[in-house]
């Protein structure tokens, strides 16, 4: 199997509609790969990708880039109701922080 594909983010979960463990990867939405156990769950789809990945440079598609080996500027742009971006302003100034600050500290707390 190709090494590239190693860089690549996987995931393996239990799907309680399939009674199975479910391979996934994230640069491939539309693949998945259905097992008894996790570990060969995790192997079948980077078998898959591994076969996906030869066909696309066969047929000269493009070749999704592995998340891990993407730049990330830090900026991106989101769109919220004006009310929302009323209470966020006047939090971030009873806080005596930027909006910016209050907004990146709320994304960076930890996820459940």
């Known amino acids: ?40 769950a995790l192997k079948g789809i980077r078998q898959l990708v591994h076969e996906c990945v030869e066909d696309m440079r066969r047929t000269n598609d493009q070749v999704p880039e592995p998340l891990s080996s993407k730049k990330f500027s830090g900026k991106f742009m989101v769109r919220v109701p004006p009310e929302t971006h009323r209470l966020l302003t006047i939090e971030a100034a009873e806080s005596g922080v930027s909006l910016n600050r209050l907004i990146s500290s709320k994304l960076h707390q930890p996820r459940m």
């Open 1 to 40: 199997m190709a090494k590239n594909i190693d860089r690549y983010t996987y995931r393996v979960t239990w799907s309680e509609e399939d009674q199975e463990h479910v391979g996934l990867c994230v640069e491939f939405p539309s693949l998945s790969w259905l097992a008894d156990d996790p570990e060969l």
